[in-house]
């Protein structure tokens, strides 16, 4: 630090306020460019932070370090790519930034970049090297914060410059299981277009397809159906299908069109239950009513010897014996 103890701290101020004027006059009194705050963060840091490009190319030209760290490991690349000041970015990958430094979550520029939805900045990360399938310390590649962030755009601009679509068995923190838990269904759609593979499960043995039922996500359904997806796929732990998810949680358009693309509605879980127990239970009329005229077989029994009218609601012991009534006239 200088003989001045506060320069040092003028300084900051200045670059945080984006007065380069000021960051002139105190660069002139001594300070110290590379001086770092009690969080590790230098005036380069909150400058480009803030998108102050003038300050941040005067520090630059004061021979300020472009690549020094925070408490967190972070870099004022990772600050400027985060609020997606493009300007501030080009300004110091042309001073020697490194592009695919990494804090102390292993996330890379690129990943903040997708995070927080910055497709110019992906691009000026990308033309000057950045690995575009690095991973953080989650597993999380800057695929997966598109997905997640359901944008389109740079889904596409990922893809189109060579982003690897991975399998959801072997890494659950991928694109494509994301884009399905949000319910981005234009997203999944261009993920199976691109390749990646609808039948896949998870690490845990969950189908992709149950997962979109069980989160009611109806169009990402759609969407996994139309290219391919099992409707007949149980969970490995539970032995569940879309079907059942679907018929528990009262998705009538959902399963109109499961059973419309061949779901057995007699497939049972590992339990024993079928699409029609869960819907009895739940007392899902307008499903039970699907079911029967699908083809549901009210008499299958559970493990433990239940039929779908025995474990039925209030509702839908009454709506059976209403409907029994109707049968016998």
Same mark, same amino acid.
Request: proline letters at 2%; glycine letters at 8%; a negative charge.
């Given at each position: ?58 520090? #630059? ?64 990360? #990308? ?80 189908? #992709? #397809? ?120």
């Amino acid at each position: 630090m200088s003989e001045d103890e506060n320069v040092e701290e003028l300084l900051y101020a200045a670059a945080l306020s984006g007065d380069v004027a000021k960051v002139r006059t105190q660069l002139s009194r001594g300070a110290y460019v590379n001086w770092q705050n009690d969080t590790e963060m230098t005036p380069m840091h909150i400058a480009s932070a803030k998108g102050h490009l003038d300050v941040v190319e005067e520090l #630059l030209d004061h021979g300020a370090m472009a690549d020094m760290t925070d408490q967190i490991g972070q870099t004022p690349l990772h600050l400027a790519a985060q609020q997606g000041y493009i300007n501030v970015v080009k300004a110091l990958l042309s001073h020697g930034a490194a592009v695919d430094a990494v804090d102390e979550k292993n996330e890379a520029p690129l990943h903040l970049a997708a995070k927080y939805k910055h497709l110019p900045v992906i691009k000026e990360l #990308l033309g000057h090297g950045a690995d575009i399938d690095a991973v953080d310390s989650e597993g999380r590649d800057a695929l997966y914060w598109a997905s997640h962030r359901g944008r389109v755009d740079i889904v596409k601009e990922l893809l189109a410059r060579g982003s690897t679509v991975k399998d959801a068995s072997v890494n659950e923190r991928t694109a494509l299981l994301c884009a399905v838990n949000c319910g981005h269904s234009n997203v999944v759609k261009i993920l199976l277009d691109h390749g990646a593979a609808v039948n896949s499960t998870t690490i845990d043995g969950y189908t #992709l #397809l149950s997962q979109a039922a069980r989160k009611g996500y109806t169009s990402v359904v759609k969407e996994l159906l139309a290219h391919g997806a099992d409707v007949n796929a149980r969970n490995e732990e539970d032995g569940n299908t879309a079907l059942i998810w679907a018929a528990e949680r009262g998705l009538v358009k959902m399963v109109k069109e499961l059973v419309a693309h061949g779901a057995d509605v007699n497939l049972a879980n590992a339990d024993g239950e079928t699409p029609l127990h869960g819907a009895s239970r739940n007392g899902r009329l307008a499903i039970i009513d699907v079911l029967l005229n699908a083809g549901a077989n009210s008499s299958l029994k559970t493990l433990k010897g239940k039929t779908a009218r025995e474990v039925s609601s209030e509702d839908a012991k009454a709506w059976f014996i209403k409907r029994q009534k109707t049968k016998d006239n």
